[in-house]
């Protein structure tokens, strides 16, 4: 057992040794500096009110990356497995930069499209956006509870 055990392990090493070689396309360079294609970097929110002592949030990922050099897009996604039809992105401050073409306060659809182009105005460097995400729990007859998430969006 001992011997098919190290053997694995050294498969494995030799898989990764190949793939950080480049596999098959050893010798072709790259330019680190060539723009890659345009991304769209989901965002996916996940809220259930469960009950009004327990709620299960998840924000995936926690810090959106976009490269302005590539275009990219940011798309906000409220996931089918909500349970909440709430959910609003805002900026901390009214006041406060944004990377997207449109700006907040907006509302998210769960399953819609929440689609954004990066606008027109980006730093010169790279830059952290802070914004928050607010929900709504219903737990009972006129009884809504206030969820405040808070993840950022970084643009290199």
């Excluded at 990219?72 to 039809?85: G, H, I, K, P, R």
């Excluded at 509302?107 to 819609?112: E, S, V, W």
């Amino acid at each position: 057992m001992r011997g098919k055990l190290v053997w694995g392990a050294v498969a494995v090493v030799a898989v990764v040794g190949l793939e950080a070689c480049g596999g098959d396309k050893m010798g072709q360079a790259t330019d680190s500096t060539a723009a890659l294609a345009p991304k769209t970097e989901v965002v996916t929110i996940t809220i259930q009110c469960v009950s009004p002592d327990s709620t299960y949030i998840k924000v995936s990922p926690w810090k959106a990356e976009l490269r302005k050099k590539n275009k990219d897009d940011l798309e906000f996604v409220v996931d089918q497995a909500s349970n909440t039809d709430s959910v609003f992105v805002e900026l901390k401050t009214p006041t406060a930069k944004w990377p997207l073409s449109d700006r907040p306060p907006f509302k998210l659809q769960k399953g819609g499209n929440g689609k954004k182009a990066l606008g027109p105005d980006q730093p010169s460097g790279k830059e952290t956006y802070s914004y928050n995400i607010r929900a709504y729990c219903t737990d009972g007859p006129n009884k809504y509870r206030r969820l405040l998430i808070d993840p950022d969006i970084f643009v290199d």
